[in-house]
């Protein structure tokens, strides 16, 4: 069954979806018809089952009949946001696609020393148009209930203003040394939210790691693997889901 979000609070049986995409979306591509059954999500992150009822021959609405569902939330239980040095464009465009099916809730993208790439100012505002749609599309392929937002830095110090209860840097050189106790003694306090800054294809610049271990970040390895830029944070998203979706009674 698709699921679909609306930006409309649902507070009655009957509804109206009047998002152009959605309705091209169900009519159109999927081709559905009154009595087929599809999902909503509202701003309130509640999921409703919508019957549709009549679809408007002129594509300017979809009636449904909806019934807020009991499902349980599908959202991670700690407040995760990936922040990731500038990459290639498919490597941006897949790590916002994996980041969101994996559960995080904020993708900051950012320019660091070593990155291959730099968005001029007068692109972010399209390029961040077009990752916030495929966040949409992710995150209702996969069921969720929010839908992430991406943001974009263009300066590594601006990172510190979104910092959560646990702030962490992937460091290349602490997996080289075989740390990988801090990594797990955060987890284990059980904070919030976290933060993870992974860095690009060349690494951090030492004194850019310093800057964020002076700014409370913690330098932590993933693992005595060395991953690829993309990797990491999928790496990272997936020890979060089973210290607190799969283990945490």
């Known amino acids: ?9 649902i507070n009655s049986n009957k509804f109206q979806i ?16 009154s009595g087929d059954v599809i999902s909503l999500v509202d701003p309130t992150e509640n999921l409703f089952m919508a019957t549709i009822d009549s679809i408007d021959p002129d594509s300017k609405f979809i009636a449904v009949d909806v019934e807020k569902s009991t499902k349980n939330s599908t959202e991670m239980p700690i407040d995760v946001t990936i922040a990731c040095s500038l990459s290639k464009k498919d490597k941006i465009e897949w790590i916002t696609q994996k980041s969101t099916e994996l559960g995080a809730k904020r993708i900051i ?6 990155s291959i790439m730099n968005w001029k100012p007068n692109v972010v505002e399209k390029k961040l148009a077009r990752l916030q749609e495929i ?15 991406v943001i974009y830095v263009d300066k590594l110090k601006d990172l510190v203003q979104y910092k959560a209860e646990a702030n962490l840097v992937a460091y290349e050189e602490s997996a ?53 830029a993309e990797t990491a944070p999928m790496y990272f998203l997936s020890v979060l889901s089973y210290k607190y979706e799969l283990t945490v009674k």
Do not use: W
């Open 1 to 9: 069954m698709e699921q679909y979000f609306v930006k409309e609070t």
């Open 18 to 33: 009047v998002d152009p995409e959605t309705i091209k979306h169900v009519a159109k591509v999927m081709r559905h018809k």
């Open 109 to 114: 993208f950012f320019d660091s020393r070593y």
């Open 135 to 149: 966040a949409k599309n992710a995150a209702q392929q996969s069921k969720r209930r929010i839908i992430p937002e």
């Open 176 to 228: 080289k040394q075989g740390e990988i106790s801090r990594l797990a003694q955060t987890l284990n306090e059980m904070p919030k939210s976290v933060i993870c800054a992974f860095g690009p294809e060349g690494g951090f610049a030492p004194e850019e790691i310093d800057f964020l271990n002076q700014a409370d970040f913690l330098s932590v390895g993933l693992g005595p693997r060395i991953m690829r």
